[in-house]
């Protein structure tokens, strides 16, 4: 499963980008607004952190507007990768985007035959938001189950962008269930080291070790 991190701080991505982790970035309007930023000098410096896609949407709402914008965006960088809404003039954009050879990823999807238009569509990536689901008590996992047999089935070569991951549990479920990226907080991605038995055996190591009297 790639990992990309779902972030527009810079600090945090070039610590998981030099710990080799991140095969690339999303932000979106919300990120970028908490991050305080400007949005395309924020995207110019992560696409020189990150080698893999880095997601920039676009805040037009028309295909045109759309265009225009991603022509801004993608001059940016080669690994920009233009995030679109899942609506009907998102996925007019979505192929024009992509029969021109840039990478889309279409976001906002909720529902598998959203991601089935996304993928008929030419999008690169489809991001199905796992946790707005859960929060209304629809289980975000069984839409990922529903996407991944649907592009199996017919043979599509979108990824599966599992996105608004909250916890853990999340990715665990996500790579089972075959998403082929998980776009991560840098939080909840440190949290997948965590193990009560790792503190414990390594208080219990260290203890051993000061025991032994020696030094390394
Ligand atoms: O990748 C989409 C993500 O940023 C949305 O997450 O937690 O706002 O639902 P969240």
Known sequence: MKFFADTAEIKEIAELAEMGLLDGVTTNPSLIAKSGRDFKEVVAEICQLVEGP???????????GM????KDLTAIADNVAIKVPLTWEGLKACRALSDQGTMVNVTLCFNANQALLAAK????FISPFIGRLD???????????????????????TEILAASIRSANHVKFAAMAGADVATVPPSVLQGLV????TDKGLEGFMADWKKTGQSL
């Open 54 to 64: 880095v997601s920039a949407e676009v805040i037009a709402l028309d295909c045109a």
């Open 121 to 124: 569509a030419g999008a690169a």
């Open 194 to 197: 965590k193990h009560p038995l």
């Open 135 to 157: 929060d209304m008590g629809i289980d975000g996992m069984e839409v990922i189950e529903e996407i991944r047999a649907i592009y199996d089935n017919y043979g599509f070569t």
């Open 67 to 70: 265009l225009a914008q991603a």
